[in-house]
């Protein structure tokens, strides 16, 4: 079956600017989470969304949101871009029910200029 | 969740074994370690997971101590293809809900020919 697809796969913007990525997780799976990842601070967990509810949540601003519809895509949105939040943001899905794998997709690399 | 402490980097030789070490001394009762990969430019990969019983699959066997305060990932016939960043995570079970991954810094392991 297919994987999780994020889009788009890269994407430059301006400091100040908002930016919204997507990410469609795999048939059937109801979890997807989001994560940012840095050469200086690594993967780090940003959200959870299971059934259009943000479940978990880690340590990051309120410019960062997310939400999920109701056939489990997701997307999240940072607003106010600053030049730190230039990275790469994976998504992961998984079944969302005591599912132990989380499955991630290939990433949006995002430049902020 | 608890933490983990994982070699910076580790050489293997094609077609041996390699044996990554993970230590995870306050790991609760209830909390089980997982192991992701991550291979250049791509998304993490989920390979195992564990609570107190040695597993096996596919990929890679996960041997976890008695006292399970460290564990070693096993990958029986090392490729150049398994050269990667390998991340051991400790986290809750998923059950009540509870699913993010926090990830530390993890082993690059190289395998050379």
């Known amino acids: 079956k297919a994987g999780v697809t994020q889009t788009p796969r890269y994407l430059i913007k301006t400091r100040g600017q908002q930016v919204t990525l997507s990410c469609s997780p795999i048939?059937?799976?109801?979890?997807v989470s989001w994560y940012q990842q840095t050469p200086g601070q690594g993967l780090q967990f940003l959200f959870e969304?299971?059934?259009?509810?943000?479940?978990n949540k880690g340590n990051f601003p309120g410019r960062f949101s997310g939400r999920q519809f109701s056939n489990s895509r997701s997307e999240m949105n940072v607003s106010t871009l600053e030049l730190g939040d230039s990275a790469l943001y994976l998504c992961?899905?998984?079944?969302?029910?005591?599912?132990?794998?989380?499955?991630f997709g290939p990433g949006t690399r995002l430049t902020v200029t | 969740d608890a933490k983990t402490t994982q070699p910076t980097s580790m050489d293997c030789a094609e077609g041996r074994a390699a044996n990554l070490p993970c230590n995870h001394s306050?790991?609760?009762?209830?909390?089980?370690v997982y192991w992701y990969r991550q291979i250049h430019s791509q998304g993490p990969q989920y390979i195992i997971h564990?609570?107190?019983n040695n597993e096996t699959n596919e990929m890679a066997s996960l041997i976890i101590t008695e006292d399970r305060k460290s564990s070693t990932l096993i990958l029986p016939h090392a490729t150049l293809r398994d050269t990667a960043v390998y991340y051991c995570?400790?986290?809750?079970?998923?059950?009540?809900?509870?699913?993010?991954?926090?990830f530390g810094a993890g082993t690059r392991l190289a395998v050379h020919p």
């Open positions: 992961a899905s998984s079944r969302g029910t005591d599912a132990y794998e989380q499955y």
């Open positions: 048939s059937g799976h109801r979890s």
């Open positions: 969304y299971f059934s259009e509810t943000q479940r």
């Open positions: 306050t790991i609760s009762g209830n909390e089980y």
């Open positions: 564990g609570l107190k």
């Open positions: 995570i400790v986290s809750r079970t998923p059950s009540g809900g509870y699913n993010k991954l926090i």
